[in-house]
C-alpha cells in the first residue's frame, strides 16, 4: 500500500473530519480554511463600507486573475472572471462570429456547460453535432446502454476525422466528467489549426489537479468550486489574444476603457473597448466570492499543481492495483490500469457498471456513506476523484469499501 510522506495539500488546511473520506470534488471541493477567512475578513469590511476604498476595490478581482494566471501559467491580461463554466463558455459562444451554416462540433457525452452554450446558437443557425468517441459510446437516455474507453480508445482521431468545411470550432472536455477520461490536448490543436477550427475547452475536471499548456488552446473555461477548491458562484476564462481580439465585446460598461477609474464622467461614452479579458466581464465584481477564490488559489499555487498531479497519480496506481485483485472489480481495473499507462486517466477513476445498473451504484455509494465515504456515479459509471489532501488512511478505506463489494 501507498506510504504517503508528504501530502501536497496539508489535512490542516481543511475542516475535514479524520472519520470522513471525501472523494468527490470532481462534484463539489472541499473550501481551505483560508479561503473562509479572507470570505469573513472581506464581509467583516462590508459591515463598514467607509473602509472599502476604490483601490481596495479595483485590488480584489486583480488579485484573483493574477493567482489565476499564476495557476494557469497564463497572463493575468488574458483572464476574464465569470460566473461558472458555462458562463465562460456562454461568453465565448455569444462573442464568436458564428453564422447560418457554421457548425459547432462536440464529443458525445458532454456535460451540459459544454452542450447548451452551442445549442442555443441554432436560433441562428449555426449547426451543433456530436461525435461519438469509441464503438459502442452512447449518451443520453442511452447513457447506461453505453460501453466505456476501450484500452486502445483514440478520441483525437475520431474527433479530427469528423471535422468538416463546416466545422468553425471543436468544444471538448479536457478531462470526462463520467469516465474520466483525458484527451491529447496538443494532438486535437494541431488539427485543429491546420483547418482553421477553433479549440475550445472546458477544464474543470482537470483544473488544480492537472497542468495545463494553454498554448495549445484557443479557449479554456473553468468553474472553481471543483479541483479549484472554492465556493461556487465564480469561473475562470482564459482566451488566446488571437482569439480575443476577434471576439465581440459583451457590452458592460466596466469593459471599457477607465472605466473604474473615475478619472471621467460616466456619461462619456467615447471610449475604446478594452482588449484584455475584463472586455468580456459583467459589471461590478462579487467582492465576497472573489476573495475566497484568491485564496483558494494561492493554497493551491503554494503546493503546486505538478505536486499534487504527483500525488494523485500514486493514489491512482495503488487504488486500481488493490481493484486488480478484486473480483467484483477485476476486469474493470485491468481495463483502467492500461489506460492510466497510456495516460488516458489520471486522478478521476470512473468504474463502469458492465451491466450492474444504476441500483448496484446506488448500493455502492449507501454503503460508502455508511462507512464515512463520499463519492460519486454518473451515468453508469462510480467516480472516485482524488486531490492533495488524500492520505494513506484514505486510500485505505476506499479499497476496503470496493473490496467488500460482492462478485
Same mark, same amino acid.
Given at each position: 500500500?501507498?506510504?504517503?510522506?508528504?501530502?501536497?495539500?496539508?489535512?490542516?488546511?481543511?475542516?475535514?473530519?479524520?472519520?470522513?473520506?471525501?472523494?468527490?470534488?470532481?462534484?463539489?471541493?472541499?473550501?481551505?480554511?483560508?479561503?473562509?477567512?479572507?470570505?469573513?475578513?472581506?464581509?467583516?469590511?462590508?459591515?463598514?463600507?467607509?473602509?472599502?476604498?476604490?483601490?481596495?476595490?479595483?485590488?480584489?478581482?486583480?488579485?484573483?486573475?493574477?493567482?489565476?494566471?499564476?495557476?494557469?501559467?497564463?497572463?493575468?491580461?488574458?483572464?476574464?472572471?465569470?460566473?461558472?463554466?458555462?458562463?465562460?463558455?456562454?461568453?465565448?459562444?455569444?462573442?464568436?462570429?458564428?453564422?447560418?451554416?457554421?457548425?459547432?462540433?462536440?464529443?458525445?457525452?458532454?456535460?451540459?456547460?459544454?452542450?447548451?452554450?452551442?445549442?442555443?446558437?441554432?436560433?441562428?443557425?449555426?449547426?451543433?453535432?456530436?461525435?461519438?468517441?469509441?464503438?459502442?459510446?452512447?449518451?443520453?437516455?442511452?447513457?447506461?446502454?453505453?460501453?466505456?474507453?476501450?484500452?486502445?480508445?483514440?478520441?483525437?482521431?475520431?474527433?479530427?476525422?469528423?471535422?468538416?468545411?463546416?466545422?468553425?470550432?471543436?468544444?471538448?472536455?479536457?478531462?470526462?466528467?463520467?469516465?474520466?477520461?483525458?484527451?491529447?490536448?496538443?494532438? @486535437?490543436?494541431?488539427?485543429? &489549426? *491546420? /483547418?482553421?477550427?477553433? =479549440?475550445?475547452?472546458?477544464?474543470?475536471? %482537470?483544473? +488544480?489537479?492537472?497542468?495545463?499548456?494553454?498554448?495549445?488552446?484557443?479557449?479554456?473555461?473553468?468553474?472553481?468550486?471543483?479541483?479549484?477548491?472554492?465556493?461556487?458562484?465564480?469561473?475562470?476564462?482564459?482566451?488566446?489574444?488571437?482569439?480575443?481580439?476577434?471576439?465581440?465585446?459583451?457590452?458592460?460598461?466596466?469593459?471599457?476603457?477607465?472605466?473604474?477609474?473615475?478619472?471621467?464622467?460616466?456619461?462619456?461614452?467615447?471610449?475604446?473597448?478594452?482588449?484584455?479579458?475584463?472586455?468580456?466581464?459583467?459589471?461590478?465584481?462579487?467582492?465576497?466570492?472573489?476573495?475566497?477564490?484568491?485564496?483558494?488559489?494561492?493554497?493551491?499555487?503554494?503546493?503546486?499543481?505538478?505536486?499534487?498531479?504527483?500525488?494523485?497519480?500514486?493514489?491512482?496506481?495503488?487504488?486500481?492495483?488493490?481493484?486488480?485483485?478484486?473480483?467484483?472489480?477485476?476486469?474493470?481495473?485491468?481495463?483502467? @490500469?492500461?489506460?492510466?499507462? &497510456? *495516460? /488516458?486517466?489520471?486522478? =478521476?477513476?470512473?468504474?463502469?457498471?458492465? %451491466?450492474? +445498473?444504476?441500483?448496484?451504484?446506488?448500493?455502492?455509494?449507501?454503503?460508502?456513506?455508511?462507512?464515512?465515504?463520499?463519492?460519486?456515479?454518473?451515468?453508469?459509471?462510480?467516480?472516485?476523484?482524488?486531490?492533495?489532501?488524500?492520505?494513506?488512511?484514505?486510500?485505505?478505506?476506499?479499497?476496503?469499501?470496493?473490496?467488500?463489494?460482492?462478485?
Amino acid at each position: 500500500m501507498l506510504c504517503v510522506m508528504h501530502l501536497p495539500l496539508s489535512r490542516d488546511l481543511f475542516t475535514l473530519p479524520r472519520d470522513l473520506t471525501w472523494v468527490m470534488h470532481c462534484a463539489e471541493g472541499p473550501v481551505p480554511i483560508r479561503a473562509a477567512d479572507a470570505a469573513h475578513a472581506f464581509l467583516t469590511k462590508e459591515l463598514a463600507p467607509w473602509t472599502l476604498g476604490v483601490e481596495e476595490w479595483l485590488k480584489i478581482p486583480q488579485r484573483a486573475r493574477a493567482e489565476a494566471a499564476r495557476l494557469l501559467g497564463a497572463e493575468a491580461s488574458q483572464v476574464t472572471l465569470t460566473h461558472s463554466t458555462s458562463a465562460a463558455l456562454t461568453i465565448l459562444a455569444q462573442t464568436l462570429a458564428l453564422g447560418p451554416g457554421d457548425e459547432v462540433m462536440v464529443p458525445r457525452g458532454e456535460f451540459p456547460s459544454n452542450a447548451w452554450p452551442w445549442r442555443a446558437l441554432e436560433s441562428r443557425g449555426v449547426l451543433f453535432r456530436e461525435v461519438p468517441l469509441w464503438p459502442g459510446h452512447t449518451s443520453g437516455a442511452a447513457c447506461l446502454n453505453s460501453t466505456p474507453p476501450p484500452v486502445d480508445v483514440d478520441p483525437e482521431l475520431r474527433l479530427l476525422e469528423a471535422l468538416r468545411p463546416e466545422t468553425k470550432l471543436l468544444a471538448v472536455s479536457w478531462v470526462r466528467f463520467q469516465d474520466g477520461l483525458t484527451l491529447d490536448l496538443p494532438r @486535437l490543436y494541431d488539427g485543429c &489549426r *491546420g /483547418r482553421g477550427v477553433i =479549440l475550445a475547452v472546458d477544464g474543470i475536471q %482537470g483544473a +488544480g489537479t492537472l497542468p495545463i499548456d494553454l498554448s495549445v488552446t484557443d479557449a479554456f473555461a473553468t468553474g472553481v468550486h471543483k479541483g479549484l477548491l472554492a465556493p461556487q458562484g465564480h469561473g475562470l476564462l482564459w482566451t488566446s489574444d488571437a482569439l480575443r481580439a476577434a471576439m465581440h465585446p459583451m457590452g458592460s460598461w466596466m469593459s471599457v476603457a477607465d472605466a473604474d477609474l473615475g478619472s471621467r464622467p460616466y456619461t462619456d461614452l467615447q471610449r475604446e473597448w478594452l482588449t484584455d479579458g475584463r472586455r468580456f466581464e459583467q459589471g461590478g465584481q462579487h467582492g465576497l466570492g472573489l476573495s475566497a477564490l484568491t485564496e483558494s488559489l494561492r493554497v493551491l499555487n503554494e503546493a503546486t499543481v505538478t505536486a499534487i498531479r504527483a500525488h494523485t497519480h500514486e493514489l491512482t496506481q495503488a487504488l486500481l492495483q488493490a481493484l486488480r485483485r478484486t473480483p467484483a472489480f477485476e476486469a474493470e481495473a485491468a481495463r483502467l @490500469l492500461e489506460l492510466f499507462a &497510456r *495516460g /488516458r486517466i489520471h486522478h =478521476l477513476v470512473g468504474l463502469h457498471h458492465h %451491466g450492474r +445498473g444504476s441500483a448496484f451504484l446506488n448500493a455502492l455509494l449507501e454503503t460508502a456513506r455508511a462507512q464515512g465515504i463520499y463519492a460519486t456515479a454518473r451515468e453508469g459509471y462510480l467516480r472516485i476523484a482524488w486531490h492533495g489532501y488524500h492520505d494513506e488512511t484514505d486510500l485505505e478505506r476506499v479499497c476496503h469499501w470496493l473490496q467488500g463489494t460482492p462478485a
